[in-house]
């Protein structure tokens, strides 16, 4: 198992960008793809690390199956005011450089790349687990239907009363572990 901050979160270095998370996730696979001691390479994510790992998933074929928390079934909100998301990237500090982005039209970009309803439609025969909260005050329980509709092999679980912090919520902990149990011979 491996776990690991975004860059711009926690104590990893860096800004938040769309496309430097998608090329952190990226790395976390290469990383355990290249260990002999790893038999396959499943992701869980929470949130925006939920929709890109299953942005993710289509396109790399070494990830076997995907569990999403709370997981946005699109950044078009996001895309629709920039300026708004910058500096409220700035305010949550995954954003901490000056001047960073140095091309704000670039950055702005880069969340056009994540289509998570359209990479959940290819997910072909891999298994996805879609796990929403049902009081989420950020992600609506709209999101994790989309997402669930769009992919065939997938399962929805609905938590009553979570918030958007399911990460934390037991019942959702345990789905997640019985979740990949079942997957893993």
């Given at each position: 198992?491996?776990?690991?901050?975004?860059?711009?979160?926690?104590?990893?270095?860096?800004?938040?960008?769309?496309?430097?998370?998608?090329?952190?996730?990226?790395?976390?696979?290469?990383?355990?793809?290249?260990?002999?001691?790893?038999?396959?390479v499943?992701?869980?994510?929470?949130?925006?690390?939920?929709?890109?790992?299953?942005?993710?998933?289509?396109?790399?074929?070494?990830?076997?199956?995907?569990?999403?928390?709370a997981?946005?079934?699109?950044l078009?909100?996001?895309?629709?005011?920039?300026?708004r998301?910058l500096?409220?990237?700035?305010?949550?500090?995954?954003?901490?450089?000056?001047?960073?982005?140095?091309?704000?039209?670039?950055?702005?970009?880069?969340?056009?790349?994540?289509?998570?309803?359209?990479?959940?439609?290819?997910?072909?025969?891999?298994?996805?687990?879609?796990?929403?909260?049902?009081?989420?005050?950020?992600?609506?329980?709209?999101?994790?239907?989309?997402?669930?509709?769009?992919?065939?092999?997938?399962?929805?679980?609905?938590?009553?009363g979570?918030?958007?912090?399911?990460?934390?919520?037991?019942?959702?902990?345990?789905?997640?572990?019985?979740?990949?149990?079942?997957?893993?011979?």
């Amino acid at each position: 198992m491996l776990t690991f901050n975004f860059r711009g979160c926690g104590t990893s270095g860096g800004d938040f960008s769309i496309g430097g998370w998608l090329d952190d996730l990226r790395a976390a696979v290469d990383f355990l793809d290249d260990r002999s001691d790893v038999a396959s390479v499943w992701i869980a994510g929470s949130s925006l690390g939920g929709a890109l790992a299953v942005s993710l998933a289509p396109e790399d074929p070494r990830v076997r199956g995907v569990a999403t928390l709370a997981a946005p079934a699109s950044l078009r909100d996001w895309a629709s005011n920039p300026v708004r998301l910058l500096a409220h990237s700035r305010e949550v500090g995954v954003v901490k450089t000056a001047g960073f982005p140095s091309d704000e039209a670039a950055w702005t970009r880069e969340l056009g790349l994540v289509d998570p309803v359209v990479a959940a439609s290819k997910f072909e025969a891999r298994p996805l687990l879609v796990m929403q909260g049902d009081a989420d005050e950020v992600v609506s329980p709209d999101d994790a239907r989309a997402l669930a509709d769009a992919c065939p092999t997938s399962e929805l679980r609905l938590f009553h009363g979570a918030g958007h912090r399911l990460r934390h919520d037991p019942r959702a902990v345990a789905c997640l572990a019985g979740w990949m149990a079942r997957q893993l011979p």
